[in-house]
């Protein structure tokens, strides 16, 4: 048996922007940081989701830097960037998104020396 993909209408699964509502991922990310999300459940994405297509859009970073994201499940951060960006631009970037088969969802990482929004949206997943 293969791997089925399931299509959604887009959907705003996080936003650091927002401190309230279904997308809710506020505060911004800080320098530096790792934080772990947990997809399963918003905007219809079940608990048996192992990859999902995304679309990931950083907007008011401080400073020069990149996100990874990666399954939550692994020990370290890739080596490889999901989205590189500059100060005070807004960039955007489509990508699959591994989630760890234990459920825990994924980590980002803000590999800059400031803080930066995070939004992620997502129109399917791999079952």
Do not use: M
């Amino acid at each position: 048996s293969g791997t089925r993909f399931h299509t959604l209408a887009p959907c705003r699964v996080f936003d650091t922007r927002d401190a309230a509502g279904p997308a809710a991922g506020a505060p911004a990310l800080a320098a530096a940081e790792t934080r772990t999300i947990s997809p399963a459940g918003r905007c219809g994405i079940p608990g048996t989701a192992r990859t999902l297509s995304v679309n990931v859009t950083v907007t008011q970073p401080a400073g020069t830097g990149y996100l990874l994201l990666y399954p939550a499940d692994l020990p370290a951060a890739p080596v490889a960037s999901t989205i590189s960006f500059k100060p005070g631009k807004t960039r955007a970037n489509n990508t699959l998104l591994l989630l760890a088969p234990n459920g825990t969802g994924f980590k980002v990482l803000n590999g800059s020396a400031g803080t930066v929004h995070f939004i992620l949206d997502v129109s399917g997943w791999f079952e």
